[in-house]
Structure formats: structure tokens, C-alpha cells
């Protein structure tokens, strides 16, 4: 069977509601399965934005955004978030335990299923370093875990649901480098026949993408891989030197 997870933006351009100039102009791409799209830009570009316009936080003003040839418009919102995880830029933890917060998208996993995703996300060391493992408490908006262990208990939960379509959104920025590479390098070999679309700040983490969107002021400026857009993009060149 083919593939499923195509996502493509056509010509799309996004006002925040009340708001004069639009945040977005433009913006036109697409991603397929099996394949990582990177999103790069200074703060403000309008990274965050674009990614909340798949699982319809906002709808655009003019365009379209389609998933697998079908415009999300035309999409349930149960079964656009049943395909498509979003990790947020702050990732969101609720009271309860690790468990209700990694079931939060898919409430029948299995425990394997969830071991299985912390293990990918390298959050199984921290689970287990306690005796109430899955059951240990996590307090409302997570404040007794550290940023980084947010992140990766909010990556794990993205992949116990098995989406066709992953969005991170920044979500590997305070993981240390190592940590970092461990993780994409463990992701890709669960992620193969999903489509992968990772906005980041440091380019190490999207090198090795297939495709890099950089983003400037609302526009895609440049794009290419990682060793074009060296050649070709001083957008990517300073954020290189930074
Ligand atoms: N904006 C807005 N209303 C919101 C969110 C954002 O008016 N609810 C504006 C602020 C910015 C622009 O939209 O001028 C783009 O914001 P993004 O959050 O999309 O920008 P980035 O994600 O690229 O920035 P960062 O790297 O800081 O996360
Ligand atoms: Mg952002």
C-alpha cells in the first residue's frame, strides 16, 4: 500500500486574527512519508505558526493546507489529530501519572507500547530510575521534571500514537547534543513511513533533514539540503555562524 502522511502547503498566507500584515505569505511545500522536512528561522519567522496550521489551531486566510490530497478544511479534527502528533514548542504535561500523560492520544497502548516509545524518546533511564516507574506523579504542567525530560516525555507521547505525520517543534532544544543525536538517530528507525517535519534552532539537528525550509520573516527565503544551502543561502550561513 502507499505510503500516507503527503502533506502539502499551497501558496498559503495566515493573518493571526485581528491582526493587519500576515505572519505567513506565501508559503508553499511539501512533505512526504518517509522523508524529514526541517523548518529553520530566527525567532519570529513564523516556524510555529506554520506547523499549527496542519492540526487546524488556526485556518488560513488564503491557500491551502492538504493531507494526502485532502484540504484539512474538508478534514474531522478527530481524524487529522489521529494522524498527525504534534510535539509543541512547550510541551504540555498534565497532573496525573507518566502513564496518563504517554496514553493522553491513544488511551488503549499497551505498556510495551509505551516502554517501547520512551525508550526511542531516551526517557526509559528516567522512568525507570524510580520504583513507581510508570506510575510516578507528574504535577500540572510537568513543573517536577526538568525541561528537557518534558520534551522527551512529550516526544513519547507522540509516538505511542503512531501518526502518519510527526511535528516537532523545537522539540529537541534542551536535550545536550549527544542526547539530541541519540534520540533523531533512534527516531528515524520508528519514524521510516512517517512524514517528518522537525523545526529547529540549531542546525546540527537538521543536517541530515532531505529537505530545509529557511524561514524569514513569514517567507520561505531559501531551501535546499544542508550542503546546498550552504553553497547558495546567506540566510542559512548566518545561522550556521551563530
Ligand atoms: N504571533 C502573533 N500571535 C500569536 C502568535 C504569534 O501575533 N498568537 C506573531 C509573533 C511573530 C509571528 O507571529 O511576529 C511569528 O510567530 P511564531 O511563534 O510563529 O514564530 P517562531 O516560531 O518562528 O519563533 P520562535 O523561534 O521564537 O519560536
Ligand atoms: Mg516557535
Redesign the pocket.
Known amino acids: 500500500a502507499e505510503k500516507k502522511g503527503r502533506v502539502e502547503f499551497r501558496d498559503v498566507t495566515f493573518k493571526?486574527p485581528g491582526?493587519e500584515a500576515p505572519?505567513l505569505s506565501n508559503i508553499s511545500f511539501t512533505a512526504e512519508p518517509g522523508k524529514t522536512l526541517a523548518i529553520i528561522?530566527?525567532?519570529?519567522?513564523?516556524?510555529?505558526?506554520?506547523v499549527?496550521l496542519l492540526p487546524r489551531l488556526y485556518d488560513v486566510a488564503s491557500g491551502e493546507v492538504l493531507l494526502d490530497g485532502v484540504p484539512v478544511t474538508e478534514m474531522d479534527s478527530s481524524e487529522i489529530t489521529s494522524r498527525v502528533s504534534a510535539v509543541p514548542?512547550k510541551p504540555y504535561l498534565f497532573s496525573g501519572t507518566i502513564e496518563h500523560n504517554l496514553r493522553f492520544g491513544k488511551p488503549d497502548a499497551t505498556d510495551e507500547e509505551l516502554w517501547e516509545a520512551l525508550e526511542t524518546a531516551q526517557a526509559k533511564g528516567f522512568v525507570e530510575e524510580k520504583s513507581s516507574g510508570l506510575n510516578r506523579r507528574i504535577a500540572q504542567g510537568g513543573t517536577n521534571v526538568s525541561g528537557g525530560q518534558r520534551q522527551r516525555l512529550s516526544i513519547a507521547r507522540a509516538l505511542v500514537t503512531k501518526p502518519n505525520v510527526y511535528l516537532f517543534?523545537?522539540s529537541f532544544s534542551a536535550l545536550d547534543v549527544a542526547t539530541d543525536a541519540r534520540l533523531r538517530k533512534a527516531l528515524k528507525g520508528k519514524t521510516k513511513d512517517a512524514t517528518v517535519i522537525i523545526?529547529a534552532?540549531r542546525v546540527s539537528t537538521i543536517a541530515d533533514a532531505d529537505e530545509i525550509l529557511v524561514?524569514d520573516n513569514?517567507r520561505i527565503v531559501d531551501r535546499g539540503t544542508h550542503d546546498e544551502l550552504l553553497e547558495t543561502s546567506p540566510t542559512y550561513q548566518e545561522i550556521v555562524e551563530s
Open positions: 493571526y491582526a505572519v528561522g530566527s525567532t519570529g519567522a513564523g516556524k510555529t505558526t506554520l499549527s514548542q517543534d523545537d523545526v534552532q524561514l513569514g
